[in-house]
């Protein structure tokens, strides 16, 4: 028993040369353009970001140092 081809239209493609090739023409042209922004971002991008982190840090490095000088001066036990 033989099967037959799901495809119907399998040997009628359009663009196809024998051997699978596609000629000149057949295939869509290139994107041309870009949407957004492209490359690195700039430092004034990252400037808030970069202040708040700073911040952030000195918070959490100025408790740790209040905390340290509390328990040897005695405040903390």
């Known amino acids: 028993m033989t099967a037959q081809n799901p ?3 399998e040997n009628k493609l359009t663009g196809l040369e024998p051997g ?3 000629p ?3 295939t869509p042209p290139a994107e041309g353009t870009s ?3 492209q490359g690195p971002r700039t430092r004034e991008d990252r400037g ?3 202040c708040l982190w700073i911040v952030m840090i000195a918070v959490v490095v100025l408790l740790v140092l209040l905390f340290f000088v509390g328990y040897i001066v005695g405040i903390l036990d």
């Open 7 to 9: 495809d119907p239209l």
């Open 20 to 22: 699978g090739g596609v």
């Open 24 to 26: 000149p023409g057949e």
């Open 35 to 37: 949407v957004g922004p």
């Open 48 to 50: 808030f970001l970069q």
